[in-house]
């Protein structure tokens, strides 16, 4: 279980999110359009993970404590103070 | 779920470094080898893998002949070819058979990631 | 050494050698396509199990000589000479890597310029495979922002790569020095709805300040759906080159005080530099070597650095570290053996415990003495086995050697104009690894001498009605307790006139004594000292070393070097070498009251002679044995153990060696036994005591000393 929504109503990305999960976060975006993305706790985010969060033009709560992923990606999300 | 994995490569040395990433990415997942084409088709009817990761060179049948044949066997068995030799040739041949391109040495996170495309594939299969 | 590496030792060695022969049969019919394909696949797997165990220079190395054979393959490029030459060289690099590798139990540092001087060899394939010029329009408003740019790359994956498992952001994370990463849609993004999760969709570009090179070789899974661009702004900024040169005059004047302050502040100031420039590897690099205090390692990295040489900073670096360590590597099974002998060993000393318990309670010795007996015999057996397995560990195939002479002696025929055909057998023989070890310098000076001296030149050859290509075979065999080492060739033998004028010349022997030797004597001057340095020194043959040498380097070994020659037919230098350096087969003699062994290989007979015919010639005695005068040492004399009013027998006991080609014979009291002894060499206070090759334990405790013979003539 790496992709979830938590109490407080944000989508969470746990651990290692590999492509299997894109699904997944598909459907959980379309299902909580309002719902910000919290990846703080995300160790690996696979392409097709990124992808839906641009597409879905969704707030992301970091930061990331992966350095690639908080250097490189963050900048390209709508970013919401933690 | 745990599935069967068959690793081709005539070196030893290459079958090792693939079984120790395969088994410290999935420890329970079974894994069987083979040294050339013919000893892997022999494997395949044998055993019955899920997943088959083969290496582009070998004498003989090469890596890529091998997935074509595994391919008309098993049309839904996700294959990988594994090569050092990344030339672009080799890499579209393998995606033109549907099977992935791995580079050798195969990095653990490559073996990850195709490795859950994979189980995409084969759950998408079982459905 | 972990399995990785072992398992990488024994797959390389096996691997070099069928590219070696592919390359050579190559070479002689250039279109045989199963030999072309052969050789390829053993470089492309070579290359693969240097980069499983993550041996950069040498997978870099391989990766070259991989696609000089592609190019061949693609019939792009002919089979060339050179190409062959080249191929073989990287071998030859690579089997010195293996050999680094079995001593030091790890991978060895290789200094840049090795690699770049393989690599400048394989250019032409390179050029081959310079990028067709592409569209570049994509990097300009990014490059744009950051001048210090070295690398634009452009990612556009396909729809469907995720499904073979491709992660194209997780690739460009392993890219170095990141400047700019740029995500953007192929097309505007549809609605979450409509979107297929599994098909990408992306387009990346990124900028970094690795060398186009290195991001190239690291996307390489990527083929197809990659542009790399090399950019302009691959130098310093003027200011930062300003900086640095500066503080490179700070640390050239070492008398100056207090350089030790200024030096590392000049280091600070280089690191801050680099990383501004976006050289954080350099700057670490350079960091290291101010805290080792080499101030002449940091100097010579930041001038590398400054040229753009910037690998070989990186190698300079890291020399400090280069610490080896003397390791051997055994087989698994071989350990297995000696556990399983040590409890083999455990049981019988219990049930020598047990017999020398029953003894102190007194039991009958008649009884006892059938249980000791057993349990001798076992103890014999275990021993014997435990000495082989032992020894066994030593051991090496005499390939590790041979691997190298095939590009060699295809050097050699080239530069000298003499076709010749090395062809090797035996080569799994194995031999104790000091000695495999040793023979490289010996085997390659016989070799230099067959080609240089022994094959005859193309007309000659033609006139005998020879083939033009010579033949030359090195030749190992297994012969008991010795490895027979043997170098022939098909060429005109050793012209013994020749010999006799060189000797003459030399002043190695009297023109009379010269015509009076036979063909063996003759043979034996070629091992005499000063006898190589021939009026024609050649290139090949080298200056100043001679057979004298190689007999010299074979007797450290504990081994014997001959020559047989045929006129018109050939010449056969034959090593004969110990299987082993700590087994030795010993007679033991006795003289003044004391036992000695003398080492079995350096005693060519004994003889007894009526003590009349031993003549005095000033100091020293001589007898003639066969025509031929020997020198005579008497041992009891010479160790001070003869007492002067002792009355001598009538007939003298003697043993007749060789050394340097010389006969010498030394009087012994009386003959003994033969014995296998593990020889162990002089330390302690004894070290360095003439006339001793060392001591062993006898049955009943005594030392037993072993004489050097050599030193005890002399």
């Keep these: 279980m790496t992709v979830r929504v938590d109490e407080t109503g944000s989508i969470r990305l746990e651990g290692t999110c590999q492509i299997d999960d894109a699904e997944l976060l598909q459907r959980l975006l379309l299902a909580h359009p309002a719902a910000a993305v919290d990846w703080r706790d995300c160790e690996h985010a696979h392409t097709a993970l990124i992808q839906l969060i641009l597409a879905a033009r969704r707030t992301v709560r970091g930061p990331s404590r992966v350095p690639f992923l908080e250097k490189w990606i963050a900048p390209h999300f709508h970013a919401l103070a933690p | 779920m745990t599935y069967k994995v068959l690793i081709v490569d005539d070196s030893k040395l290459a079958r090792m470094a693939v079984g120790k990433a395969l088994n410290s990415l999935q420890p329970s997942w079974t894994r069987l080898e083979a040294a050339n084409a013919d000893e892997a088709i022999a494997s395949v009817k044998d055993n019955a893998p899920d997943i088959v990761l083969l290496d582009f060179n070998m004498p003989g049948r090469d890596g890529l002949a091998l997935a074509a044949d595994l391919n008309k066997l098993h049309p839904e068995m996700p294959l990988a070819v594994i090569s050092a030799n990344i030339q672009d040739e080799i890499v579209a041949r393998a995606r033109a058979i549907g099977a992935a391109f791995l580079p050798k040495p195969l990095t653990e996170q490559a073996l990850a990631d195709f490795l859950s495309a994979a189980q995409l594939r084969l759950r998408a299969v079982a459905r | ?714």
């Design chain 3, 1 to 714: 050494m972990n399995e990785f590496l072992e398992q990488f030792l024994i797959e390389s060695r096996e691997l070099v050698e069928q590219a070696t022969g592919d390359l050579l049969a190559l070479e002689e019919s250039p279109q045989d396509h199963d030999r072309l394909d052969s050789a390829f696949r053993a470089f492309h797997t070579l290359k693969g199990a240097a980069r499983i165990v993550e041996f950069d220079a040498m997978g870099r190395v391989l990766h070259a000589a991989e696609e000089m054979l592609v190019a061949v393959r693609a019939g792009e490029h002919p089979v060339t000479a050179d190409l062959i030459s080249d191929c073989l060289s990287s071998l030859d690099q690579v089997v010195q890597w293996l050999d680094a590798i079995e001593t030091g139990g790890d991978l060895p540092t290789v200094a840049a310029t090795t690699v770049d001087a393989l690599l400048q060899r394989f250019e032409k394939a390179d050029a081959r495979l310079a990028p067709a010029p592409v569209a570049t329009g994509w990097a300009e408003p990014l490059a744009a922002l950051h001048p210090s740019a070295r690398t634009a790359i452009r990612y556009a994956p396909d729809e469907g790569c995720f499904f073979r498992g491709e992660d194209p952001l997780s690739l460009l994370e392993r890219v170095p020095g990141l400047l700019a990463l740029d995500l953007q849609p192929t097309a505007p993004w549809p609605d979450l709805v409509a979107i297929d999760p599994f098909a990408c969709k992306l387009v990346i570009v990124a900028l970094s300040t690795a060398p186009p090179g290195e991001i190239a070789s690291l996307l390489t899974t990527a083929a197809g759906q990659v542009q790399i661009l090399a950019l302009a702004a691959d130098a310093f900024s003027s200011e930062a080159q300003a900086l640095l040169q500066a503080q490179l005059l700070l640390v050239a004047d070492r008398e100056e005080e207090n350089f030790t302050g200024r030096f590392a502040a000049a280091g600070n100031v280089v690191a801050n530099v680099l990383r501004a420039q976006g050289r954080a590897s350099h700057a670490d690099a350079l960091l290291r070597l101010v805290a080792a205090g080499d101030a002449d390692g940091f100097a010579a990295a930041l001038q590398n650095v400054l040229r753009g040489d910037d690998e070989e900073a990186g190698e300079i670096a890291r020399a400090p570290q280069d610490v080896v360590a003397r390791a051997l590597r055994v087989e698994v099974e071989r350990i297995d053996a000696l556990v399983k002998l040590t409890g083999e060993l455990t049981v019988v000393k219990n049930a020598v415990g047990h017999a020398s318990r029953l003894a102190q309670g007194g039991a009958d010795p008649t009884a006892l003495a059938p249980l000791l007996k057993e349990q001798h015999a076992l103890l014999d057996r275990l021993v014997s086995e435990l000495q082989r397995s032992v020894l066994g560990i030593r051991v090496l195939p005499l390939r590790h050697v041979f691997q190298r002479f095939p590009k060699l002696v295809r050097e050699m025929s080239a530069s000298l104009g003499k076709p010749v055909r090395l062809l090797m057998e035996g080569e799994a023989t194995e031999a104790d690894k000091a000695i495999v070890e040793a023979l490289f310098e010996p085997l390659l000076h016989v070799l230099r001498n067959a080609l240089d001296h022994g094959i005859e030149p193309a007309e000659s050859r033609a006139k005998a009605g020879k083939t033009a290509v010579a033949t030359v075979l090195l030749q190992a065999v297994r012969d008991g307790e010795h490895v027979v080492v043997e170098v022939r060739d098909d060429g005109g033998g050793v012209d013994l006139d020749r010999v006799r004028r060189v000797a003459e010349t030399r002043g190695i022997a009297s023109a009379d004594a010269l015509q009076a030797m036979d063909e063996a004597s003759l043979l034996e001057l070629l091992f005499a000292p000063g006898f190589s340095t021939a009026s024609q020194v050649t290139d090949i043959s080298g200056r100043g070393v001679g057979m004298d040498a190689v007999r010299a380097a074979v007797a450290r070994l504990g081994g014997h070097v001959s020559i047989t020659s045929t006129a018109g037919h050939g010449t056969s230098v034959r090593f004969l070498l110990p299987f082993t350096l700590m087994m030795s087969r010993v007679m033991t003699v006795e003289s003044g009251g004391q036992v000695f062994g003398i080492p079995f290989e350096s005693i060519l007979e004994t003889v007894r002679i009526p003590r009349a015919q031993i003549t005095q010639i000033g100091a020293a005695h001589a007898f003639v044995l066969r025509n031929q005068t020997v020198p005579l040492v008497d041992l009891a004399a010479a160790l001070d153990l003869r007492g002067a009013d002792e009355v001598r027998s009538d007939e003298a006991n003697i043993v007749v060696t060789s050394f340097a080609g010389q006969l010498g014979a030394i009087e012994v009291d009386r003959f003994g036994e033969r014995l296998d002894v593990m020889l162990k060499s002089m330390d302690g206070l004894l070290a360095g005591m003439g006339g001793v090759a060392g001591t062993t334990l006898l049955g009943d405790g005594r030392v037993l000393i072993v004489l050097d013979v050599q030193a005890l003539l002399r």
